[in-house]
């Protein structure tokens, strides 16, 4: 645990905020009871650390979540330890942190995942307390399990699936049903309901704009078997094949085997929920983000912890192979580690297979956007009280935590995300704005001042704005002065509105496309 924290803070140190991370750390400047996309415990924690520390600086917002994996590796080993024993624990604890999608992502990274798998392993070693032992002394543990099952709730919608798994256990396993007829698992599901009520208030005063922003994500389209093969393909790629397989496996053997094994019972319970229902909801033809089932994974550990250690303690051939095949991951994920820490800091990879990355470079996600504050400056094109206008919530995030909370940004986009609810247009009305957008190689070439006239009293073209990586530009921005922030304003079309190519010469009014003057000496 400690070699991986310093390793995560060396990480949070040379790696720049992820596309997602930016837009959480931007959202947060505005305190809520709720976000659009997640339930706001993730944007509550990186907005406390910047009021606390008066920053915005990557290491010190990353910091909670770096702690916050630490002491769910404690508990990994903790829970582990105590349904199979210490050995089990050790293995248990060492897998995940050799787990790309747990030990980068959750492990370190500003992101709702983090919370929530703390929260996930809390609740289930309470639920270990109670429901797989007889009961004594069982309303601290039921009150434990109810705060930290709240606590998932308050870090993401996947939290709903722990009650879920608990009651299939507690239907499923008759010494459990005893649970049914007793006050404390009422009592805990009213604690978890109560710390979640945010997440319920805010969704209630905003048309429920989250959940059916999440619910849109399952909609199908007939059956789709290469969107399924994907979706696991992909889960497995996050996971690394020779962990992702071993925890599939055990948890098809606890499936089979049922619930005459009450601990591997109770896990698979609690882990079958998120893995199947975002695997099957890829059938309808949208594959998904790979790491969406994970916190159904992250319960399957402890299994897998089992199985090593059982093997281990059957001769001194098998304690070295279990030595060999650890090792062997821990090089592998060393070293993936630092040819992606590498790549995002040089965009070397790019260079050596361009093909390979033809429909964009997803090393930039981790790059951030610091020069565009400086250039604007150094430009005098930012004036006091202007406002900065993108055209897509990706753009949107990397700008505003490049320019710092200072400079409001207001994404006109159909698909704004948050900023609708955080930044809105309209809390700018008569603002004076600059306009960032994107230029992308092949997109179709808008005219920019004809799209967006009407949401502004007047738009000229500016200059181009470059980022450099390792003395290579690798993201232009076209600049547009805008006068007058009108109410007319606005949706536009995300798919043209974020990628145009073209801009109008003030001077003789002709078109100029900008992939062509971008790459001249």
């Known amino acids: ?94 897998l995940l942190n050799l787990s790309p999608v747990f030990s980068i992502s959750t492990g370190g990274w500003i992101l709702p995942d983090g919370p929530l798998a703390c929260a996930i392993l809390a609740a289930t070693l309470c639920l270990t307390r109670v429901l797989l032992e007889p009961p004594s002394r069982a309303w601290p543990w039921w009150i434990g399990a109810g705060v930290a099952t709240g606590l998932a709730l308050l870090s993401k919608y996947h939290g709903v699936l722990l009650p879920v ?33 945010p997440v319920i208030i805010w969704n209630a005063q905003h048309d429920f704009a989250s959940l059916r922003f999440q619910a849109g994500r399952a909609t199908t389209h007939g059956v789709h078997l290469a969107a399924l093969a994907q979706n696991i393909a992909g889960q497995l790629g996050y996971l690394l094949p020779w962990i992702g397989v071993p925890l599939l496996w055990q948890l098809i053997r606890g499936l089979r085997g049922g619930p005459g094994d009450g601990s591997r019972w109770l896990l698979c319970c609690l882990a079958v929920w998120p893995i199947a229902l975002f695997t099957l909801i890829s059938l309808g033809g949208n594959p998904g983000l790979p790491h969406w089932p994970a916190p159904g994974y992250l319960l399957l550990f402890p299994l897998v912890g089992d ?37 995002v800091s040089t965009g070397w990879i790019v260079r050596v297979a361009p093909r390979l990355f033809e ?31 993108a055209t897509h919530w990706i753009d949107a995030a990397k700008l505003g935590y490049a320019l710092g909370p200072s400079v ?96 109008q010469d003030v001077r003789s009014g002709t078109m100029i496309d900008l992939d062509t003057i971008a790459h001249r000496p």
């Open 359 to 389: 429909r964009g470079d997803p090393s930039l996600e981790a790059y951030d956007w610091s020069d565009v504050r400086g250039d604007l400056t150094s430009r005098k094109l930012l004036a006091p009280g202007d406002i900065v206008v």
């Open 1 to 94: 645990m400690a070699v991986s924290l310093v390793a995560r803070l060396v990480l949070a140190a040379v790696l720049g905020l992820g596309v997602d991370e930016s837009y959480e750390v931007v959202l947060s400047r505005v305190p809520s009871l709720g976000y659009f996309d997640h339930p706001p415990l993730s944007f509550w924690i990186p907005g406390f650390m910047a009021w606390l520390t008066g920053s915005e600086q990557r290491v010190l917002l990353r910091l909670p979540f770096i702690l916050i994996f630490a002491a769910t590796t404690i508990l990994m080993y903790r829970l582990t330890a105590r349904l199979y024993g210490d050995r089990a624990g050790f293995f248990a604890s060492m």
């Open 307 to 343: 199985a090593i250690a059982r093997y281990e303690s059957c001769g001194t051939r098998e304690r070295m192979s279990v030595v060999r095949g650890l090792a062997a991951a821990g090089v592998v994920f060393v070293l993936f580690v630092a040819v992606a820490a590498s790549d």
């Open 165 to 197: 798994g608990t009651l299939l256990f507690m239907v499923t396993c008759r010494p459990a049903r005893f649970w049914f007829r007793r006050p404390e698992p009422y009592v805990a599901a009213a604690i978890s309901i109560a710390i979640a009520m």
């Open 408 to 503: 409001p940004v207001v994404c006109l986009s159909d698909d704004p995300r948050g900023f609708q609810f955080t930044y809105p247009p309209e809390r700018f009305l008569g603002r004076d704005a600059i306009i960032l957008v994107r230029i992308r190689s092949g997109a179709r070439s808008i005219d920019v001042p004809a799209r967006y006239g009407t949401g502004f009293a007047s738009i000229a073209p500016l200059d181009t704005i470059s980022l450099g990586r390792a003395g290579r530009v690798e993201i232009e921005l076209a600049a547009f002065r805008a006068r007058g922030l009108r109410p007319s304003h606005l949706r536009f079309d995300m798919r043209e509105a974020s990628s145009p190519t073209v801009i």
